[in-house]
């Protein structure tokens, strides 16, 4: 059964560093990924997706993730963090039952941004 | 993508109370999920609703806990029926969006959420 294992239930980062939040993926068929964000008292937005094209996949706002296989892997990184990038980030694999795919999602991983 | 309005966004309940929560879509969708966020926890699937047959519940949720309505392409109704604290989480309303090919991949449209405490 699909689902995904996210590393770190909290990171902290300064303004300015590297961003990286880590998510490895159980699929038995190739997968759809997914990387969430929600900041507080709001819904999640996409950031990403990774749908079989190319494996560097770029989000809005400056993240981006790299597709894996060998490593069933699909890290979020950014290169330079902002405050306004403190939030709780979701990874998510879509799992096909019923006739459709759902999403099963990670426990998530909390980005702190210190000055 | 799709704008997905809910309500309530937020409410306090007491405890044996039920509760009914709206999703509005502004455009028509076949297949909308709902999903239940435990505090500081993830998401979890509670039920698929498509128009015009019955809810589709995962493991651990139950449609007398959990009846689903849904009337038309753009609109949905969650009940949290017989409250308990155990209930206080935020629903979230989805709907699908992405296609690779002629194939759906799962990706999701969210509400704003309804934040529920029940006391």
């Known amino acids: 059964a699909q689902s995904v294992t996210q590393l770190g239930s909290h990171v902290s980062v300064s303004e300015g560093a590297l961003v990286l939040l880590r998510c490895n993926y159980s699929s038995s068929v190739p997968p759809y990924l997914f990387w969430y964000v929600q900041y507080p008292n709001q819904g999640l937005q996409l950031l990403l997706k990774y749908t079989s094209a190319a494996t560097l996949v770029k989000g809005i706002n400056g993240f981006e993730a790299e597709f894996k296989k060998s490593e069933t892997s699909f890290h979020l990184t950014k290169p330079s963090a902002h405050m306004s990038d403190a939030a709780e980030y979701f990874c998510?694999?879509?799992?096909?039952?019923?006739?459709?795919?759902?999403?099963?999602f990670g426990a998530g991983t909390r980005l702190a941004v210190h000055p | 993508s799709a704008v997905i309005s809910q309500k309530p966004s937020r409410d306090i309940c007491q405890r044996g109370t039920s509760l009914t929560i709206q999703c509005q879509v502004d455009s028509q969708v076949t297949m909308m999920f709902w999903y239940r966020q435990q505090p500081g926890q993830s998401l979890t699937l509670i039920a698929t609703?498509?128009?015009?047959?019955?809810?589709?519940?995962e493991s651990g949720f139950v449609i007398d806990k959990f009846p689903i309505s849904r009337p038309n392409l753009t609109f949905s109704t969650l009940t949290v029926s017989n409250m308990s604290p155990e209930d206080s989480s935020i629903y979230l309303c989805?709907?699908?969006?992405?296609?690779?090919?002629?194939?759906?991949?799962?990706?999701?449209?969210f509400g704003e959420g309804s934040r529920l405490t029940v006391l």
């Open positions: 998510a694999v879509s799992r096909f039952s019923g006739g459709y795919n759902k999403l099963i």
């Open positions: 609703a498509n128009q015009g047959s019955e809810a589709t519940y």
């Open positions: 989805s709907v699908g969006g992405g296609t690779s090919g002629s194939q759906n991949t799962g990706e999701l449209f």
